[in-house]
T-cell receptor, first 115, second 115 residues
Framework: GAVVSQHPSRVICKSGTSVKIECRSL??????MFWYRQFPKQSLMLMAT?????????EQGVEKDKFLINHASLTLSTLTVTSAHPEDSSFYIC???????????FGDGTRLSIL | SQQGEEDPQALSIQEGENATMNCSYK?????LQWYRQNSGRGLVHLIL?????REKHSGRLRVTLDTSKKSSSLLITASRAADTASYFC???????????????FGKGTLLTVNP
């Protein structure tokens, strides 16, 4: 149980392209989803918290207009990297949580490479 | 040091040996969690230990928590080559909006189990 599907797993695209990443909880309802960014050999850094039906809460230093988050249902959240540039290249991971103080269940991540 | 720092940063052992990883944190917590990440993949939740627990077992995993020292350890017994991964401890805290609990991850321990 508690499966989170993240798609796509890898994206390679040109600078200036907008990229959408989907995060789905397959067998449970996720009241909260989290979006992280991870640089090579580094830890995960929280970008934003996404609650179903409300605006995402962004961490300090994360541009909300750059990283658009939509949490339209209890099983789906999307992250759109708008007008991506090479410095946006990274590993993006989502997680979903069924309730407060419940473990977070992670997707397999999306490797984004901007040329 | 950051909340949730693991040591050692890297650990290399032979199959069958035990692996011990440590985590220190700074603020008060109500639980501490350990996650595993295979290279290029998402995180897998291993175990959650609550602040009123001192030790918890799950299969070959044993986690201890010492709230007086603000530290935790993860022991993997009888290690296998398939245990090769990065291991992160994570502590909950409020996100920037103050309404959700985010996880703050340490930098992780890269465990290599040699066959």
């Amino acid at each position: 149980g508690a499966v989170v599907s993240q798609h796509p797993s890898r994206v390679i695209c040109k600078s200036g392209t907008s990229v959408k990443i989907e995060c789905r909880s397959l067998d449970f309802q996720a009241t909260t989803m989290f979006w992280y960014r991870q640089f090579p050999k580094q830890s995960l850094m929280l970008m934003a918290t996404s609650n179903e039906g409300s605006k995402a809460t962004y961490e300090q230093g994360v541009e909300k207009d750059k990283f658009l988050i939509n949490h339209a249902s209890l099983t789906l959240s999307t992250l759109t990297v708008t007008s991506a540039h090479p410095e946006d290249s990274s590993f993006y991971i989502c997680s979903a949580q069924g309730g407060p103080n419940q473990p977070q269940h992670f997707g397999d991540g999306t490797r984004l490479s901007i040329l | 040091s950051q909340q949730g720092e693991e040591d050692p940063q890297a650990l290399s052992i032979q199959e069958g040996e035990n692996a011990t990883m440590n985590c220190s944190y700074k603020t008060s917590i109500n639980n501490l969690q350990w996650y595993r990440q295979n290279s290029g993949r998402g995180l897998v939740h291993l175990i959650l230990i609550r602040s009123n627990e001192r030790e918890k077992h799950s299969g070959r995993l044993r986690v201890t928590l010492d709230t007086s020292k603000k530290s935790s350890s993860l022991l993997i017994t009888a290690s296998r080559a398939a245990d090769t991964a990065s291991y992160f401890c994570a502590t909950p805290g409020k996100n920037s909006g103050g309404s959700n609990y985010k996880l703050t991850f340490g930098k992780g321990t890269l465990l290599t189990v040699n066959p």
